[in-house]
Nanobody, 115 residues
Framework: QVQLVESGGGLVQPGGSLRLSCAASGSIFSLNRMGWYRQAPGKQRELVALITSGGTTTYAGSVKDRFTISRDNAKNTVYLQMNSLKTEDTAVYYC?????????WGQGTQVTVSS
């Protein structure tokens, strides 16, 4: 079993920055991919960014060049640095991890971009 705990959400003005953190505990040695998804009201959950155990990253087109995903294996933590935030980035952000074919999710953290 893997437990994921997110932190770092909040309210920010357009153009601002936030950094989300996701700390993993449990059977973390088996994690082969970690990432972030988000879900805005009335919309489906969508991929934001992911990073493999080898460090390969993938980004949604809407956040590329603004968001950066990184991973600290020593701390079992994945980060999402979000810059130049837009109102359309407002959503609940969920940490995600995979171990083989098993998916794990965090509880979600709210990010609101508003003036």
């Amino acid at each position: 079993q893997v437990q994921l705990v997110e932190s770092g959400g909040g309210l920010v003005q357009p153009g601002g920055s936030l950094r989300l953190s996701c700390a993993a505990s449990g059977s973390i040695f088996s994690l082969n991919r970690m990432g972030w998804y988000r879900q805005a009201p009335g919309k489906q959950r969508e991929l934001v960014a992911l990073i493999t155990s080898g460090g390969t990253t993938t980004y949604a087109g809407s956040v590329k060049d603004r968001f950066t995903i990184s991973r600290d294996n020593a701390k079992n933590t994945v980060y999402l640095q979000m810059n130049s935030l837009k109102t359309e980035d407002t959503a609940v952000y969920y940490c995600h991890a995979m171990s083989g074919i098993v998916n794990y999710w965090g509880q979600g953290t709210q990010v609101t971009v508003s003036s």
